[in-house]
């Protein structure tokens, strides 16, 4: 490219970038003359809609066009590993108003779900553009699947004591076996911010530690009235927390698929003795589901290697009814019980009960509740094996190729963003935390 080439080329993203800043100080403007979302007249909604696809169209315009420029420039040529979080703060900075800065999401992530304006939609548009890119994608991909700093913090402390508690999950070495307990008693395991971290951090550290050759997931006793003294696998998403507006679409929802449940499938990216050979650490991982496994909890079930359940357990992916999409539940639940059972499950709202036949596709061992223990520790000798972490490998290579992944998680980024701001979602979340209240009273 000649110098006046590159001039010219340097001015047209000059002034793009400058359109899309105007165009979002413009909305934000507009913004700040309305009352908040749920106290909207129609004509205000669409004014402010009108206003925000504006500004939406030019943002995707400049991504198409110097997105992977730009990624190329906050990962100095890609010498940086960027998380999700700082790689949209970064962006943030870097070219104003194509996402929303840290100011401006502070405030967001102060409101209720319903009197958010959705900035997240932003971050869910840029992230697409990079996620897409057969060059910024794989790297943003590899980035997410390095330990956290949280879990290297710890992992000392692990390797000594083969012990720890967080706040929604609790570790335990016995034996080669890492025994990861999800125990948030009162709410039925369902996910929320914490417990992406929580997971993520006891995940990085099964796998990081060399005296662990297997791990096995399971949930905890509860407390919840309901089901006091029982355990519970997993009831999803905490739809709660989605109303107060405390589920995060970069911090949940991406770094949950991206984050810990890509490096239970794919294992963590470390430098380490075979780096030449295999550039991550991975193991074989079981689940064992008491009770339930809905919503992310059926998910999760989909990346182990060996599934077992009590036989008065079921299944189910009941997104339609929760209006959100099931993480990367699309993309699996079709490989593992066709199409047809994937779509009565995540579009009708099927049950799967363990005794039924259609479970064998999802589940493995079925047994009665007082043999799980048995079933599990069995299952865990079984799978403690080289040959078996390398063949997993090859199977998921198969199954699931890298690519696959990101060309769905590229655009699963802005269509749960979507989803998490529209209508049907923001009323039934707060019919649920309505019913949940009267329930407690």
């Not at 996910?191 to 791990?215: I, K, R, Y």
């Amino acid at each position: 490219m000649t110098a006046t080439a590159t001039a010219t080329a340097a001015a047209s993203t000059t002034a793009a970038a400058r359109a899309v800043a105007e165009s979002a100080e413009r909305t934000d403007a507009l913004l700040a003359t309305l009352p908040l979302p749920s106290a909207r007249s129609a004509a205000q909604q669409a004014l402010a809609v009108e206003a925000q696809n504006e500004a939406r169209t030019l943002r995707s315009r400049f991504l198409k066009l110097h997105g992977p420029d730009l990624y190329q420039q906050l990962t100095d040529g890609l010498a940086l590993d960027l998380r999700l979080p700082e790689l949209v703060a970064g962006a943030a900075v870097a070219c104003p108003g194509l996402v929303p800065s840290a100011e401006r999401m502070a405030e967001e992530q102060s409101r209720p779900q319903a009197d958010k304006e959705g900035l997240e939609i932003d971050q869910g548009l840029f992230l697409r553009q990079i996620l897409g890119s057969p060059v910024s994608g794989p790297h943003l991909v590899d980035a997410m699947a390095l330990p956290t700093e949280r879990a290297l913090r710890l992992l000392p402390e692990f390797r000594r004591t083969g012990l720890l508690e967080l706040r929604s999950v609790r570790l335990e070495r016995q034996g080669s076996a890492a025994h990861l307990t999800m125990c948030r008693e009162d709410s039925l395991n369902a996910e929320d911010n914490q417990q992406v971290d929580d997971m993520e951090t006891a995940v990085d550290l099964a796998l990081l530690d060399p005296a662990v050759g297997v791990g096995v997931l399971r949930g905890g006793v509860m407390t919840h009235p309901r089901y006091r003294g029982r355990r519970v696998f997993s009831a999803g998403i905490n739809l709660k927390s989605l109303h107060a507006g405390q589920i995060s679409l970069v911090d949940f929802l991406l770094r949950r698929e991206l984050g810990y449940i890509n490096k239970l499938l794919r294992g963590v990216r470390v430098d380490h003795a075979g780096s030449w050979h295999t550039p991550v650490i991975e193991k074989p991982w079981v689940a064992a589901v008491d009770t339930f496994a809905i919503g992310g909890g059926a998910q999760l079930l989909m990346v182990f290697d060996r599934v077992l359940a009590a036989a008065d357990s079921y299944v189910s992916l009941p997104a339609a009814q929760e209006g959100i999409v099931p993480g990367a539940g699309n993309l699996r639940l079709g490989r593992l019980a066709g199409g047809r059972i994937s779509r009565q499950a995540v579009l009708w709202g099927r049950r799967i009960h363990a005794t039924e036949p259609d479970a064998r596709f999802l589940l493995d061992e079925v047994v009665e509740p007082d043999r799980l223990d048995g079933a599990v520790e069995e299952s865990l000798e079984r799978l403690d094996s080289q040959a078996v972490t390398t063949n997993r490998r090859m199977l998921n290579l198969a199954e699931e190729p890298p690519e696959h992944f990101r060309h769905y998680m590229a655009e699963f980024a802005l269509q749960q963003a979507l989803r998490l701001y529209s209508q049907d979602v923001i009323g039934k979340v707060g019919r649920f935390a309505t019913a949940s209240a009267a329930a407690r009273t």
